[in-house]
């Protein structure tokens, strides 16, 4: 199946650092989506954008549409232990009867106390 | 807790068996979506119905059908197992604004 790129696909990080994740593709999106995903449980929805160009924050988090459409990237302040988790990003192609979702393959954030 | 529920939690069968995965929306949602997560293949979108009506196809397989009840529950069917068809299976639910999807806790099929 599709899969965008998605990198980092692992750091490791100190507790009170800022982290930075991205995602690419060839292909034009409507929607960028950026989920974390604890183990043993779904993803949560964490930002939703919706035009490029668009910056939006979620407390710590910060995600941007970008200009092209091909690209958003993912940004958290400060880490905090529980910041600990998987994030996908999540693109969403087409529009109302042919539009799908496809997923990055995943960012592991470990954070060290 | 996301108010989506899934049963079974785990399921365990054999190839080319029948299995039958269950949903239930979180409640006033009249959207939800069925997604695969594997190892191999990450997370893939597999289909989306609206109050019923299929609305959406990603990446499902022929031997895999979904249905959404009056009462807006849904089931995920899949047949004619394979060993590359064990994954998290998770469906979601979502209300007016259909990308901000909520997630139940999954099923986790076997196939042995």
């Known amino acids: 199946g599709q899969q965008l790129n998605q990198s980092p696909q692992s750091m490791f990080i100190q507790e009170g650092e800022d982290v930075s994740m991205n995602c690419t593709s060839s292909?034009?999106?409507?929607?960028w989506l950026w989920y974390k995903q604890d183990p043993g449980e779904g993803p949560v929805l964490l930002i939703a954008l919706y035009k490029a160009g668009e910056l939006t924050s979620n407390g710590r988090l910060t995600a941007q549409f970008g200009i092209t459409r091909k690209d958003s990237f993912l940004n958290i302040s400060a880490s905090i232990p529980s910041d600990v988790g998987i994030y996908f990003c999540a693109g969403q192609l087409g529009f109302s009867g042919t539009y799908k979702y496809i997923f990055g393959t995943g960012t592991r954030l470990k954070v060290l106390a | 807790d996301s108010g989506v529920t899934q049963t079974p939690k785990h399921l365990i069968t054999a190839t080319g068996q029948r299995v039958t995965l269950r949903c239930s929306p979180r409640s006033g949602d009249l959207s939800v979506y069925w997604y695969q997560q594997s190892l191999d293949q990450g997370l893939q979108f597999l289909i989306q119905y609206y109050n019923g009506e299929e609305r959406a196809k990603g990446n499902i397989l022929e031997r895999f059908s979904a249905q959404q009840f009056p009462d807006l529950h849904s089931e995920l069917n899949l047949s004619s197992l394979e060993l590359g068809d064990s994954a998290l299976y998770f469906c979601a639910s979502s209300g007016l604004l259909a990308n901000e999807q909520f997630f139940g806790p999954g099923t986790r099929l076997t196939v042995l």
């Open positions: 292909s034009i999106f409507n929607t």
